[in-house]
């Protein structure tokens, strides 16, 4: 059964303060993906992995920075958390798309989302 | 102008409904599409991929229209387990957009 973890399920910062959020899958994925979700907003990409150390800016990096140091794991990292960035964050990850083949190679597996929460 | 487009809903159906959604898309040049669904306080988990000619999975029809860019959803015979939030999703090679989702209540 696939999985991706999330080292959190809530938590709570103080403006100012350095945040890690930390994910892992088991499922050899190449790609890897990190979201937040606001309600009306919906899911908005952050930051996405493609291969180790290789990271490429989603629609709202402002703020954000990424490590990916192993193929399992991807963190976001909050440089100085502000209230701004209460929200949810989803990791997500996806094998590589294979050239010529349209079928679900794409499909994304999510991790069950960290709550953050700044003061 | 955002990737993806959704109607936000809510959509509030009786059980026994057929109830359609529809998504927008920009960028033709993308690869793959699908439909997410989203329960209350859990993770998107993926419903279907939507295919160029059009494919189904029980009572869920999904749709590709690449001229007018858009994908739709077709649910018939509503459930109430059918209550959730959809999120259609658009890849471009390995990066994925989604549209801010449908919510969707059926009631008894």
């Known amino acids: 059964d696939v999985k991706v973890t999330q080292s959190s399920r809530y938590l709570v910062k103080r403006t100012g303060e350095k945040v890690f959020l930390e994910c892992v899958q088991d499922?050899?994925?190449?790609?890897m993906f990190w979201y937040r979700q606001d309600p009306g907003l919906g899911l908005r990409l952050i930051y996405f992995s493609y291969d180790v150390k290789m990271k490429e800016k989603g629609d709202i990096p402002e703020g954000y920075s990424v490590s990916r140091e192993k193929k399992e794991r991807f963190s976001l990292i909050l440089e100085s958390a502000s209230t701004n960035q209460t929200s949810m964050y989803l990791c997500?990850?996806?094998?590589?798309?294979?050239?010529?083949?349209?079928?679900?190679?794409?499909?994304?597996?999510f991790g069950p989302g960290t709550r953050l929460t700044v003061l | 102008r955002k990737e993806v487009e959704q109607d936000p809903g809510p959509f509030n159906v009786p059980e026994g409904a057929t109830v359609a959604f529809n998504c927008t898309y920009s960028n033709s040049a993308s690869q793959s599409f699908f439909w997410y669904r989203q329960d209350c306080r859990k993770e998107p988990k993926l419903l279907m991929s939507?295919?160029?000619s059009g494919n189904e999975d029980g009572r869920f029809t999904a749709q590709l229209n690449r001229a007018s860019q858009y994908i739709s959803l077709l649910i018939r015979d509503s459930k109430l387990s059918d209550s959730a939030t959809y999120l259609c999703?658009?890849?471009?090679?390995?990066?994925?957009?989604f549209g801010a989702g449908t919510r969707l209540t059926v009631k008894p």
């Open positions: 499922m050899d994925h190449e790609n």
């Open positions: 939507v295919y160029s």
């Open positions: 997500a990850s996806s094998s590589i798309r294979l050239a010529g083949i349209t079928s679900s190679y794409n499909e994304q597996f």
């Open positions: 999703g658009k890849g471009n090679n390995n990066d994925m957009r």
